[in-house]
């Protein structure tokens, strides 16, 4: 496959060069200057969902420019009947969570992330909720939100056994997971995968109440 850089440093000739007929692009991985240089030449589809209740919009939008309407209105549905079945098992929250996306500085998913908008739909009520999208905190910091659960993914920081270690030494006696980021994180057909994930917590943490 030919090589065209990351997300943050995308080789701008190299992806003209192939000459693409329509590229995807994330808002929070893509940045805006690079948008805007590869717009001007080719066709680029922007994304940025908050929640998986916009991810069905999307893969309706994407199935339209991909002409495959009809494979995107069953994925599109599925999530729907998907996220319905989880919103009416849930009454309230029912469980307080900090989702750490990084260690040194240590930073959590706040409000308006996807990942806010995934955990929501399970019940979940984020500590760092009322911060911006990715605030830096701290051991203390996370401590004295007092969140039930503390989630660390396996993306973007790699997060290991040693860090729930790390967790418990600073004092933190809330359950600590450690889960896989992609299905937290990435959307699209990802999403059934997310839904069954933030179900399958909630349905855990009440049976270790």
Not at 35 to 60: F, K, M, Q, Y
Request: glycine share 10%; net charge negative; charged share 25%.
């Amino acid at each position: 496959m030919p090589k065209i850089g990351g997300t943050k440093d995308p080789s701008i000739e190299a992806i003209r060069s192939l000459a693409p007929d329509l590229i995807f692009a994330n808002r929070e991985e893509n940045r805006p200057e690079d948008v805007l240089a590869l717009a001007e030449t080719i066709p680029v589809d922007v994304s940025h969902p908050r929640s998986p209740h916009d991810v069905p919009g999307l893969i309706r939008r994407w199935g339209d420019r991909l002409g495959a309407s009809t494979r995107a209105e069953l994925l599109a549905a599925e999530i729907e009947r998907r996220i319905g079945v989880l919103e009416r098992s849930i009454l309230e929250p029912s469980f307080r969570f900090a989702y750490l996306i990084w260690r040194a500085p240590w930073m959590a998913a706040g409000r308006g992330t996807y990942i806010d908008g995934l955990l929501s739909l399970a019940g979940g009520s984020n500590v760092f909720g009322n911060d911006p999208a990715y605030p830096e905190t701290t051991l203390e910091g996370i401590c004295n939100a007092k969140p039930g659960v503390v989630l660390l993914p396996s993306e973007p920081f790699p997060f290991q056994e040693k860090h729930k270690a790390e967790l418990r030494d600073a004092g933190i006696s809330s359950s600590i997971e450690l889960v896989d980021g992609d299905d937290y994180c990435w959307h699209g057909s990802r999403t059934i995968r997310g839904l069954e994930r933030v179900s399958g917590l909630r349905g855990s943490l009440k049976r270790s109440e």
